[in-house]
Structure formats: C-alpha cells, structure tokens
C-alpha cells in the first residue's frame, strides 16, 4: 500500500525535519499526499497535474518549491492571483479557504496547516529564490514557470497579466487628451447649471473621462453608469464631428446578457439625448462581447487583435468591467491601440470575475475616498462648476494617487430611493452591518424586501415562491407560475406559419415573463444548491401541471446557456425558453424549438433546435455569479445551511442587487446570512503595488 506523505514526517512538522529528508523520496510522497487533497477536494487535479509536471522539469528539486507551486495553482481556483507567502503561514487555512477540519474519512491526510507548522517565511523564500524552477520576473529568458516577487508567488503567465496591464495603465495615464476649449459649456449643455444642492458626480465623470486616455466609472444600480456614459460619448463625438472626424467608438461587455441589457438602455438613452442630430448619429447603440470584438479562436487562449493587429476603434466602452479577469483585461489592453481611449464601468462592490484576479476593485481601491490632488479638484471645480468644498473627498497627490485622478464613483442611487429597502439593505450589506441587515429583513417595514425562513428541504413556502412568489396578486411579486400559464394563453394559432412574426412576439413576452422571477443561489452542490434546486422545482412545476417535466425536454423548459457556441450566435450566459412551433410549412406538425433573444436591442428572436445546444442547463435556479449582468423583477436569494468559502458580503450583496422591484431572502438555517455579510471578498494580487497609496 502507498504510504501518504504523513506516514514519513513527525508530528508536528518542523522545517528542519522536512529539509532533512531526501528529495526524491520526498517528492514522491508529497505527491501521494496532494493525490489524497485532490480526493476530498482540497486541491484540483490540474493543481497536482502542475507540481508533476514541474518535479519532471527538476527531480532533484526541492519538495517546499513544489507545496508552493500547489498552493500558488490552488489559488488561482479561488479566484487569487498569487501565493502571499507569509500570510498562508500565518493562517494557512483562511488564507487557503481549506476546511478546519482533518480527514473525516478515515486514515491520515495532513492538512496544508499542519504541513506548514513550523515553517518560517525566510527559510520558505530562500527555497524559491534558489531553485531553477522559480525566477524573479525580469530575467529575459522567461524560461522559469513561476515567479517570485517579493513576498508573492506566481505562475509566470499570471505575472505576465499583471505586469502587462500595470505597464499599460501607467502610459494611459500619463497621456494627455486634448481638451475643447468650450469644455465647461459643453457639459453645462449636457448637465446643466450646478445647483449647489447635490453634487453631479456624473457631470465630474464626464469631466475627468475627457481629458485622460483611462477612466472608471464605478457605482452602485441606478447611479446612472449607463446616462453618464451616453453623455460622455456625445461629449467628446461634439468635437471630433465638427471638425469632420467623427471617432470610431465602440462598446462591449463580458457577456451576451449583459450587452443585451447595455444594447437596450443605451439605444434608449441616446433617444432622450438633447444633442445635434450629427453628434446623436455618431453614438453607437450595438454592444459586443468582449470575446467577439476580440475575435476569439476556438481551442485557444488567443484572439485575432492583439498587439500586433490592435482594434480600429479610437474609444472603447466596456460595462459590467467587474466581471472581467487578469487574463481577459491584459488582452484587451493588448488589443487597444495607443491612441485610443479606455473607459471602464462597473460596480466596484459586485462580485469579482470567475476567473483570477479581480481587477475592478484593485483598480477602485480608492474611488470611495476620492484622494483627488488640488489641481484636480480645482480644475474639476472650474469645468463643472460643482463645489467639492463639502464632497468628504480626501486630498491626495498626483504622484502618490495616480490612477484616483481618473476615477468617480457615483453616489446617488435613482433606482432605489430613500425609502427603498431594496436600496437600505444593499447598503448595509456592503457596510457589513449584519445586525442592520437582520433588522430590516425581519421587521416587514419596506414592501420590496421579504424574509422567507425554511423548515426543511421540502417546506411548502419554498414550493409557493417558485410558483407564486408571495401570492397570485399581479401587482406584486411573482414567480413560475405566471410565464407558464402565458404560454398556452398567447400561442399564434397553429396554422400560423413560423417566419410570421406572431410567433417571435409571444416567444419575447414569455421571455420578458420569465425575466421577472429568478431564484439564486450561492452554490451549485449540495441540498440548497443549482443542481437540487432546480430538480426540486423542474418536480414541483410538475405536480402543479405547469410542465411535463418526465421529459429532458419540455415545452416551457428554461435554459442557460453555459459556453459561448459562435456557430449559433449564443453567448454564455444567454437564456432561452423551450417552445413548441411550426415546422417550416407544415403547420399541423409542432415541434419543439428553444427561443433566444438575438442580444441586437431590437427584440429580436432566434429559434434553435434542442438537438444543436450541447451547453445548456435549466435555470430554474442560477449561482449568483451567473446572474451578474442581468436584472429581474424578483429575485430571491437562497442560502445554505452551513457558511461556505464563497458566502461573502459581496455575493449577497449581487444578489440583492439584481432585484429591480422585490427582493427575498431565503434563509434554511438562522446565522448564515449574518457570517457571510461579515465576511469580504480579498483576493489577493500585486496590480496595486506598482502604485503608491
């Protein structure tokens, strides 16, 4: 039998003892302990398939190079950058999200805590620094496959990504725009007057935005990101038209729901805009994914513009930026060529992208205390005429506070206003007061907020949620229930022939049906997770008659699409609802076809067969990950019963912010919600320590 690496070492661990062993021996019984990790899901496979491949490269190498190599490709599953060394021995579990607890399967598996007590950062650092397989990032030859920098270990390529969008950021912003000479009325046509009342931060971010080649726009739903960009637009379009040289400016987002979403409020707000009708024409409405204005190729981690085929574009927008990771901004700051304008925008406080890094929110680091120089705020002052006098900025420089010269936060939310609890318990949420938020929910004061306790799995109250919402009354919430029963109530005729627009139409109101109830969820596993979840309610819509759910396929059948398929013009994140059309001109025969809105902001509709979608899962239930980019009537967030590494205050507060109307809390177990509000998200990078603060 394979002895575990635990087997050979004394307990506890000391660092003169792990260096006293031989190295072979000891790799080989280092990597039977992360195959025992990987087993109980402490580690990935491919964390483990990395350290073979690395022991391959130097097999005389040293064991505590490879547990950092692990530990460093584990982070990265957590959404982290790179290993900080010494906060992982100082708490190597929280710093790992690694379970308290030991083996409760039987036998012996050590714990990366135990494996690293004992161990001292020095003796750890001078491990790294001296193996062949670790280098310190400016050697030319970039053969190493990690690096260290400081106290921070990297993969080589995630140093690249960091490396690449710190150089990048610096020369944006020491570029300098040139700026009309009829700013100021520029912006007073666009804002108007200051009335003393209220800062317009949108007007300053108008402002700033027009004199850098960088700038983030960040704040919380309905603080205007989307007004502010439109305005921003025809504010630096006004210029470049009257002098015959209208720019070529482009928009994009992370995914399709997202553009979708963006493609709709800006064709709307262009609309309303009180611009020439020269300027108004030069706005684009369209926004692309950032995948497709890249020009992916499939199989591959490279895209068709990049530095050396850069975009013809003069200014880029892109939305929902907190969605984007280290790898995909390092590419798309690749693809920008130098001339042209970068502006971000994002709510700083939603969850981070999926992938590593969480770039946004190191970028916006500062974007709540402002730390704008006196020559910033003085210029600001004069082209805007807002008195910042009582802003509650903090005073900054612009060699210690580069960036913040270049970045606004909107403040003041017109979705949810003052009495809103949507908006309160946001708010709460993101100043992690737990014991606030408790209050709000349960004392029933605000109609947009529920609290719905559950007694087990199979409560009853869940089972009306999914349905009803909070009951059939079709001024409040709702929930399945009501774009099911609209399927039968607005079918075309049967022998309406499938290319009549009758049938596009009532599949883009069942559509907009379906938008206004979605249950969220915080994980995928386990009895409150998307996969339980949506089998208990693909069971209950069942018993109700709503579904014929005996079939993996079923008129009424919500999906999601997973993956990016360009072959059918469907994004991840994209979803459609399974109808029974048509087919071509036999009009007795139906078939079933999957109807996806086609993300153009005209409404309209595309049908696909079942048998083409091979990424899809029901939506019932999503993570709320997923959900970022989309908004919904109703939302109601679930929460399982045992506090999870995910569980954060950031999470809760992207649930809570997808709802435009009502909100619901669905709690199994009293105390969860409160840990996870307590708990933020800190994943760990360096892209900030290029930058003085």
């Not at 080989?28 to 483990?48: H, M, N």
């Not at 030319?140 to 106290?151: A, E, H, N």
């Not at 997973?562 to 007795?588: F, K, S, V």
């Not at 809760?652 to 109307?661: P, S, V």
Request: net charge negative.
């Amino acid at each position: 039998m394979t002895r575990s690496f635990a087997d050979l070492l004394p307990t506890p661990l000391d660092a003169q003892s792990l260096a006293r062993l031989q190295p072979r021996t000891h790799t080989a019984d280092l990597l039977a302990l992360l195959e025992r990790w990987v087993e109980r899901g402490w580690l990935r496979a491919l964390d483990k398939a990395f350290v073979v491949f690395l022991a391959d490269l130097d097999p005389q190498g040293d064991p505590l190079v490879l547990l950092a190599a692990a530990l460093a490709s584990h982070q990265l599953g957590h959404g982290h950058v790179c290993l900080d060394l010494a906060a992982t021995l100082q708490a190597p579990d929280f710093a790992l999200s690694l379970p308290p607890e030991g083996d409760l399967q039987g036998g012996v598996a050590l714990l990366p805590s135990q494996l690293l007590e004992g161990l001292g950062v020095d003796a750890w650092l001078s491990s790294l620094a001296n193996s062949p397989l670790v280098g310190d990032g400016d050697d030319t030859s970039g053969s190493s496959p990690l690096v260290l920098s400081s106290q921070r270990l990297y993969l080589r390529r995630y140093w690249a990504y960091e490396r690449r969008i710190g150089d990048a950021l610096r020369q944006r912003l020491e570029a300098h725009e040139p700026i009309p000479d009829d700013l100021a009325q520029r912006l007073t046509q666009l804002f108007g007057t200051a009335d003393g009342t209220r800062i317009d931060w949108q007007k300053l971010a108008c402002a700033l935005a027009a004199r850098g080649a960088f700038s983030i726009v960040t704040g919380g739903p309905g603080t205007g990101k989307t007004t502010t960009v439109v305005r921003l637009l025809a504010l630096l379009q006004g210029p470049a038209v009257a002098q015959d040289k209208p720019l070529r400016i482009r928009l994009a987002a992370p995914t399709g729901k997202a553009a979708a979403r963006l493609t709709e409020s800006i064709s709307l707000q262009v609309q309303s805009l009180e611009v020439d009708a020269a300027i108004k024409v030069r706005i684009p409405t369209e926004v692309t994914t950032v995948h497709r204005l890249l020009g992916s190729r499939p199989g591959t981690r490279h895209f068709r513009h990049d530095a050396a085929n850069p975009l013809p574009l003069d200014v880029l927008v892109v939305d929902e930026a907190s969605m984007i990771d280290l790898e995909m901004m390092a590419n798309l700051l690749d693809a920008l060529p130098p001339h042209a304008r970068l502006v971000l925008l994002g709510d700083k406080d939603q969850l981070a992208s999926v992938e590593a890094g969480a770039v946004l929110g190191d970028l916006c680091s500062q974007a709540e205390a402002g730390y704008y120089s006196p020559t910033t705020r003085a210029w600001l002052e004069q082209v805007s005429g807002e008195d910042l006098a009582h802003s509650g900025l903090l005073e900054g420089n612009e060699r210690d506070h580069a960036l913040a010269q270049q970045v606004v936060m909107l403040r003041h939310s017109r979705r949810f206003g003052e009495d809103s609890g949507i908006g309160q318990l946001a708010t709460r949420v993101n100043l992690q007061d737990a014991e606030g938020a408790r209050a709000l929910l349960q004392e029933g004061r605000h109609a947009d907020v529920h609290w719905l306790p559950l007694k087990g799995e199979h409560d009853a109250a869940l089972l009306r949620l999914l349905l009803d919402g909070h009951g059939r009354n079709s001024d409040g919430p709702q929930g399945y229930r009501r774009y099911l029963e609209q399927i039968d109530a607005g079918r075309p005729p049967a022998d309406t022939p499938l290319e009549d627009e009758a049938w596009a139409t009532w599949a883009r109101g069942l559509l907009n049906a379906f938008d206004e109830f979605q249950l969220l969820c915080a994980v995928r596993k386990g009895p409150w997770g998307v996969e339980s979840l949506n089998a208990r309610a693909t069971q209950a819509l069942t018993q109700a008659r709503l579904i014929d759910g005996s079939q993996p396929w079923y008129e009424g059948r919500p999906v999601l699409m997973t993956r990016n398929d360009y072959g059918l013009g469907l994004m991840n994140g994209d979803i459609g609802i399974a109808l029974m059309l048509p087919e071509g001109g036999e009009r007795e025969r139906m078939v079933l076809r999957v109807a996806f809105p086609r993300n153009d902001g005209q409404g309209g509709i595309r049908f696909v067969l079942p048998s083409r979608l091979n990424d899809v899962e029901t939506v019932y239930a999503m993570t709320v990950h997923k959900s970022q980019g989309s908004e919904f009537a109703h939302t109601a967030l679930i929460l399982p019963d045992a506090l999870n590494p995910v569980l954060t205050k950031e999470l809760i507060y992207t649930g809570i912010t997808r709802a435009k109307h009502w909100f619901t809390l669905v709690e199994s177990r009293k105390g969860v919600f409160e840990e996870a509000v307590r708990r933020k998200v800190k994943r760990l990078s360096g892209l900030m320590l290029g930058w003085r603060s």
